[in-house]
């Protein structure tokens, strides 16, 4: 992970980040399931979405991301 200053410059690259899991469930060895966890409904939801624009466009319907 690459940390950016206010120009979007990096500054330094950390291999040992905790990538937005509380300290205490890396701690507790949670962070990989977790993790595992957020990427299953983040696939989840970018099928729902497309499926969701498909449908849509078969009735002429304008989604906005928002409407999800």
Same mark, same amino acid.
């Given at each position: 992970? =690459?940390? &950016?200053?206010?120009?979007? #410059? @990096?500054?330094? #690259? /950390?291999?040992?980040?905790? *990538?937005? =899991?509380?300290?205490? *469930? =890396? $701690?507790? @060895?949670? %962070? *990989? #399931? !977790?993790i595992a966890r957020r990427e299953? $409904? +983040?696939? %989840?939801? !970018? #099928?729902?979405?497309?499926? &969701?624009? &498909? !449908?849509? /466009?078969n009735y002429s319907i304008t !989604?906005?991301? +928002? *409407?999800?």
């Amino acid at each position: 992970m =690459v940390r &950016l200053n206010r120009k979007g #410059e @990096g500054l330094w #690259e /950390s291999k040992n980040t905790l *990538d937005n =899991v509380r300290p205490a *469930d =890396v $701690y507790f @060895g949670r %962070k *990989d #399931e !977790i993790i595992a966890r957020r990427e299953k $409904y +983040q696939t %989840k939801n !970018i #099928e729902t979405k497309k499926t &969701l624009k &498909l !449908i849509a /466009s078969n009735y002429s319907i304008t !989604i906005t991301w +928002q *409407d999800c």
